[in-house]
Nanobody, 129 residues
Framework: QVQLGESGGGLVRTGDSLRLSCAASQRTDNDYAMAWFRQAPGKEREFGAAISWTGASTYYSDSVKGRFAISRDNANAKNTAYLQMNTLKPDDTAVYYC????????????????????WGQGTQVTVSS
């Protein structure tokens, strides 16, 4: 059972940057697509960004496009993903969850939470105004 662990959350001010990291607990036989979802208080979990298993394609929600950048490192068969968050706004305040799933390259399934089989526990990001 692969476990994902997020780190890098915290309390920042509007306009600041943060970098989230997500690491798998063990080596995996396959490289998985990796994604970041987020859930704000009183709201449903929403898609933020995803990167294909090869790293060749990335996907972003309209709310983070142009401000956030997802990347990955597949070294040592450990799926590791990063989310560079710039120009943060109070609306970005949420618990950010890392997820991994076996999703084909260039598939729109990267946007769908039910395509991800492994989830982290989440890391809190709070942006003050």
């Amino acid at each position: 059972q692969v476990q994902l662990g997020e780190s890098g959350g915290g309390l920042v001010r509007t306009g600041d940057s943060l970098r989230l990291s997500c690491a798998a607990s063990q080596r995996t036989d396959n490289d998985y697509a990796m994604a970041w979802f987020r859930q704000a208080p009183g709201k449903e979990r929403e898609f933020g960004a995803a990167i294909s298993w090869t790293g060749a394609s990335t996907y972003y929600s309209d709310s983070v496009k142009g401000r956030f950048a997802i990347s990955r490192d597949n070294a040592n068969a450990k799926n590791t993903a990063y989310l560079q968050m710039n120009t943060l706004k109070p609306d970005d305040t949420a618990v950010y969850y890392c997820a991994a799933g076996a999703i084909p390259q260039y598939s729109r399934d990267h946007y769908a939470p039910n395509q991800y089989i492994y989830w982290g526990q989440g890391t809190q990001v709070t942006v003050s105004s």
